[in-house]
């Protein structure tokens, strides 16, 4: 008899509880139905809810910890390619965003909940597998292939759209950020 690798390291349980993770769970779900307005929130709480409404287009489970796991993940890598001088610097981003343990993951996952990197890449794997994929056209904009590509891959093009579509204020004193494979 296989026993079932979720249940046993109890992925399943953390992944079913993001409000004990993350509090944009709740802060996320007040903004929707109007209770907190955007005008209420600080920079990073406006990248998470941008970053948020995208998975949820895309079909990401609100219901999942990997869900919101991911949302930082996506936000990180927002403000690394906003920070990014050099071509030397993209690369960096890429390569760390491709190691599942290097530096940029570690720093998400034990240093802000305190979670293990194989519990923490699980939990992210599971909603990005159980995503139902439903607005195509975002897909397409963001240009995501829903047959070859990783959430690793993904993360970096939903970083870049986020930025590319950033009202152009904020845009204007940015570089635009292209990472291509």
């Known amino acids: 008899m296989q026993k079932n ?3 046993d390291t109890g992925i399943d349980l953390v992944n079913s509880q993001p409000l004990s993770y993350d509090y944009m769970a709740s802060k996320y779900k007040d903004y929707k139905e109007g209770i907190v307005p955007i005008e209420k929130l600080n920079e990073k709480e406006k990248k998470e ?3 948020l409404k995208i998975l949820e287009k895309l079909g990401y489970s609100l219901t999942e910890t990997g869900t919101y796991f ?3 993940v996506i936000v990180k890598a927002i403000e690394q ?3 990014a001088t050099l071509e030397e610097n993209y690369r960096e981003l890429i390569i760390a965003i491709n190691n599942d343990y290097s530096q940029f993951y ?3 996952a034990r240093n802000n909940y305190d979670v293990g990197l194989k519990t923490f890449h699980s939990c992210i794997n599971i909603s990005f597998q159980t995503t139902s994929r439903v607005n195509k056209e975002l897909q397409r904009k963001i240009g995501l292939d829903e047959y ?3 959430y690793k ?3 970096l093009l939903i970083a870049n759209h986020i930025i590319e579509n950033q009202p152009r204020k904020e845009k204007e004193s940015m570089k635009k950020k292209v ?3």
Request: proline share 0%; hydrophobic share 35%.
């Open 70 to 72: 991911y949302k930082d």
């Open 106 to 108: 570690f720093d998400i």
């Open 5 to 7: 690798l979720q249940t």
């Open 49 to 51: 809810v941008e970053t």
């Open 179 to 181: 990472i291509s494979y």
């Open 148 to 150: 070859n590509m990783n």
């Open 81 to 83: 390619l906003q920070e």
């Open 153 to 155: 891959q993904e993360a």
